[in-house]
């Protein structure tokens, strides 16, 4: 299967004397979710930017839908590459739900009867339906989160990429679950960073532990996370789920 | 620092009010927005003494408020800003010009009085005029009604984004100082020594938040335009709408009604 | 300092709005050629805040009272004069539309005396200058101050010129002009301080943030003689105005009897007095009904109450009787 991203040799730094990545390699098939889990300040964000086309300065060959990561096809590789802040506040500038989530289509040349259709498609996907008209800011943490994906869903269909930063943070429980489900039922590629390892655990069968700058482990997402050792030698602790393996 | 409070409140009443359903929320903005100005522009042209003239001017807002389902409570309310500075400006005129104008019961009313009483009639038209405005129409449609009026894109795109961000804002100043005051019991203010602190961090973090607007923006293909649209009712009522208001309010400008009307009763 | 609409006739409103209009225009323009995509985003969301932050009480030490911040001198230290400008712009409109702080047709007044002068005459003329060649914190405290007093004196000056050109006040000039000042130039003080602890914890947190024009592209445009040059001659202008004024202008209860009496003798002449003859006739674009002093005074003012409160009367009962129908067609 041909993979969706490939990343070879990524190094990147924010300062001459430290390279926050160095020397990342891995490859992404269509429709797989991948978690992205490290202690903090490991570069889990950067990582995600950097495939997001907004940091430009890094080192090595980042392959996105077989474009080359660079500025002059930023236009065609956002088509399919969507990104979700962790400050969900900072991603919806307009003023209602169908608003924001109609800006890409409408962005790259949708007719508005296109744009609708985009609108609806995605608003149902995510359970967003009966809020289609609703004020952004009167919309509960999950919702705007909800509302992000929709955004990005719009534009790119089911065949993507998808980067959540954090997707989980101030989620109340419910919302949490919610979440959890539309995103399982996304057909894009998925790359969730995140420090809740249980919601990892939910969402992706595959995970990458970064720390040192590289990738220190990349496979089975269960299989990690029971693993104690590796996980505090790497700044982690075992997620809840796995404290109490009669649970499981 | 109640007033943050009061503002959010303030936005959220009036959204609720401009995304009814009603006959007036779905005419199109610019003919609304043209006629509220024509309005305005007529209110102010009366003569500082034509009361009965300027008394007739009424009944557009009025109408509007009552067939429109609008509390004229809180259309009162909203004189609160200007009413300080209206009132002092109003209230030297009967002292400055004591010109007799009229006897009437015994009361000498003077030129002054007169000067005042329009001035307050003015204050109080064109709030209601506004208000009626803001009322039926959303800060979207407003948006859409002056790109149509060729307000340039930028500023447009400006507007609707301090709008769409002034909420969370005002949240958030309010938290701010909320948490400020609950450190600092009995105080009305933020003291001198955090005033560059508490507004500052704020402000940094908008800025920061700014930064993460604009790579979302570039993320999903901005290119300058923010696309606005809006359902109304069919066009050429809302041209007719407007052309009718703008004919009987320019009647009501050159003609004294109130007074032909009272004199088919009074010999 | 915002105005109402009923403080100006619709020719000086017009004129306002011209004036405003074009400054917009610049300030488009010199945004554009700036280039620079991040800074609308930054001037949305810096409008918002300052929006925001304008409703916070800062309490001034050793009295009771609070003050609050100086918009527009913030925006302009934040983004610049031309894009501060029309963050204010876009400020003031919400203000009016959503708070009724400000009328609509008033709209380029409250535009005119508050963000240009606040960004035009504060960032171009003062901050920019003095920033130029050094920021440093006293400079930040000394330009904040400094650009806040005469941006709001400058302001104040200005709603009064307003009001007296609409003619609808008989407050003397000087009684008005002696209220104004005044008041605005403690107001002045108290937000340039306020503005400047704000901007200092921004210059000490993150100097690159705060506004300065690179020398390289203005080099020898503004300097500082310029700047005073500017400064006196508008000073000049408005204390000749001023003086004019003062002469020309008989007190506010004889301009009022000259204009109703409708002798033939003026009182003093002078060029101030026929321009402000001049704009009061041409506002009033249609042609006023005569109202003359005598009983027929009386009788039209009771024709006119009695005719009114029928029409009202008759509208109101129309209005509600159309409800009333609508309802019963639909319940």
Known sequence: MDSIIEIEDLRFCYHADRYVLDGISLAVTPGESVGVIGANGVGKSTFLKILAGLLPEYEGSIRIADHLLEKKNYGEIRRRLGYVFQDSDSQLFMNTVEEDVAFGP???????????????????????????????????GGEKKLAAIAGILALQQDDGVILMDEPSVSLDPANRENLIEVIRGLKAAKLLASHDLDFIYDTCERTILLSGGEVVYDGDTKRLLRDKTLLEENGLRLPLSFRFPGNI | MAKLGRAIREIH?????????????????????????????????????????????????????????????????????????????????????????????????????????????????????????????????????????????????????????????????????????????????????????LAGQMLLR?????????????????????????????????????????????????????????????? | MHMADALVVPAVAGTMYAASTAAAAYSIRKVRLENEPKKIPAMGVMGAFVFAAQMINFTIPGTGSSGHLCGGMLLTAMLGPFAGFLTMTGILLIQCLVFADGGLLALGCNIWNMAFYGCFVGGLLIWKPFM????????????????????????????????????ITELPFSVFIGAMQ????????????????????????????????????????????????????????????????ASALPDGLEWSMERTAGTSELAASGGAYELAESIQGTTAILPDYAFSFSDSAAGTTVSGLVGGVLVIALCIAACYGMKFFRKGKNG
């Open chain 3, 132 to 167: 130029k060649r050094n920021m440093t914190k006293r400079r930040i405290t000394a330009v904040s101050v400094a650009a806040c007093v005469i941006t709001l004196q400058m302001g104040a000056f200005s709603v009064t010129l307003e009001t007296l050109a609409s003619g």
């Open chain 3, 182 to 245: 005044p008041i605005h130039l403690a107001i002045g003080l108290v937000e340039g301080l306020i503005t400047a602890a704000v901007l200092l914890f921004v210059y000490e947190a993150r100097p690159g943030m705060l506004w300065a024009e690179t020398a390289a592209k203005e080099e020898g445009r503004f300097s500082f003689r310029r700047t005073l040059v500017i400064l006196a001659a508008a000073a000049a202008f408005i204390g000749g105005v001023v003086s004019l004024f």
């Open chain 2, 206 to 267: 908008s800025m920061d938040r700014a930064q993460r607007v604009y790579e979302s923006m570039t993320m999903r293909g901005f290119r300058g335009e923010f696309f606005l649209r809006g359902s109304f009712i069919p066009l050429r009522q809302s041209v007719f709408y407007g052309v009718v208001w703008c004919l009987v309010l320019a009647v009501f400008r050159l003609v004294p009604v109130f007074e032909l009307v009272g004199r088919i009763f009074i010999r």
């Open chain 1, 106 to 140: 409408l962005n790259y040349g949708f007719s508005r009867e296109e744009a609708d259709r985009s609108v609806k498609e995605a608003l149902r996907k995510t359970h967003m339906e009966g809020l289609a008209g609703r004020h952004i800011y009167r919309l509960s």
């Open chain 2, 13 to 197: 009443s009036l959204e609720n009010l401009a995304e009814r359903n009603t006959f007036f929320n779905r005419i199109h903005p610019t003919a609304k927005v043209l006629v509220t100005i024509w309005y305005l522009i007529l209110v102010m042209s009366f003569g500082k003494y034509d009361v009965t003239g300027l008394f007739g001017m009424c009944l557009y807002p009025l109408i509007l408020m009552i067939s429109g389902d609008i509390s004229i409570g809180q259309a009162v309310r909203r004189l609160k800003p200007v009413l300080l500075m209206v009132f002092l400006i109003g209230a030297a005129n009967p002292f400055f010009d004591r010109t007799p104008v009229l006897e009437a019961g015994g009361i000498t009313v003077t030129a002054g009085m007169l000067s005042m009483l329009t001035l307050f009639c003015k204050t109080g038209f064109a709030v209601f005029a506004s208000y009626v405005l803001i009322a039926t129409t959303t800060m979207e449609q407003i948006c859409y009604a002056l790109r149509r009026l060729h307000m340039p894109q930028i500023l447009v795109t400006v507007l609707l984004l301090i709008y769409r961000y002034l909420v969370l804002m005002l949240k958030e100043a309010d938290r701010i100082t909320q948490a400020y005051m609950l450190r600092a019991p009995g105080e009305k203010g933020v003291k001198k020594s955090a005033w560059g602190p």
